[in-house]
T-cell receptor, first 113, second 113 residues
Framework: AQSVTQLDSQVPVFEEAPVELRCNYSSSVSVYLFWYVQYPNQGLQLLLKYLSGSTLVESINGFEAEFNKSQTSFHLRKPSVHISDTAEYFCAVAPNTGNQFYFGTGTSLTVIP | DGGITQSPKYLFRKEGQNVTLSCEQNLNHDAMYWYRQDPGQGLRLIYYSQIVNDFQKGDIAEGYSVSREKKESFPLTVTSAQKNPTAFYLC????????????FGPGTRLLVL
């Protein structure tokens, strides 16, 4: 069975400060890892993903996440946040077999001017 | 433009009424999904379909039904048996293969009158 835990339901941070959104997972098989972002009343948009290779993956808007197999984590970081980063962020895992995704409960990031 | 469309954006249901939410994709994806999103609970899987004319129940299928007669379309019916249907409903499709990414539609918000 798979499960995803996002440890912080809400994260307030000042503009231009760094931020880390935490994600831990549990799985009996190898998984692929994803971060999605959701703006109010919209669908989820893919932010970045880890499938294989380098454990550090980056998005085009400055976010990065590092896959840590020993700690079963995939934390999302950004060195300097902007007001426009205010949104809900979801971590997801997909087993390397089958078609299902498993989502965390989300972290609401609020950037304070 | 390739993508996933959901309609309507807002839907109102009267007591005892069945309503159908539309989901269409032109990404040529085999797998499609329906999720329900409630505040603070993340995404919960209602139904998914890996191929035309085949679908499986997710974690909260009771009170919902689906069909998959065409590859592009995966409508969700919220029946009168679903006693608490007020939620944000998200449709998704996925690249073929276990490494595939899920892509989401813009969502439909269902409200009960």
């Amino acid at each position: 069975a798979q499960s995803v835990t996002q440890l912080d339901s809400q994260v307030p941070v000042f503009e231009e400060a760094p931020v880390e959104l935490r994600c831990n997972y549990s799985s009996s098989v190898s998984v692929y890892l994803f971060w999605y972002v959701q703006y109010p009343n919209q669908g989820l948009q893919l932010l970045l993903k880890y499938l294989s290779g380098s454990t550090l993956v980056e998005s085009i808007n400055g976010f990065e996440a590092e896959f840590n197999k020993s700690q079963t984590s995939f934390h999302l970081r950004k060195p300097s946040v902007h007001i426009s980063d205010t949104a809900e962020y979801f971590c997801a895992v997909a087993p390397n077999t089958g078609n299902q995704f498993y989502f965390g409960t989300g972290t609401s990031l609020t950037v304070i001017p | 433009d390739g993508g996933i469309t959901q309609s309507p954006k807002y839907l109102f249901r009267k007591e005892g009424q069945n309503v159908t939410l539309s989901c269409e994709q032109n990404l040529n994806h085999d797998a499609m999904y329906w999720y329900r999103q409630d505040p603070g609970q993340g995404l919960r899987l209602i139904y998914y379909s890996q191929i035309v004319n085949d679908f499986q129940k997710g974690d909260i299928a009771e009170g919902y039904s689906v069909s998959r007669e065409k590859k592009e379309s995966f409508p969700l019916t919220v029946t009168s048996a679903q006693k608490n249907p007020t939620a944000f409903y998200l449709c998704a499709s996925r690249d073929s293969g276990a490494r595939g990414t899920q892509y989401f539609g813009p969502g439909t918000r269902l409200l009960v009158l």
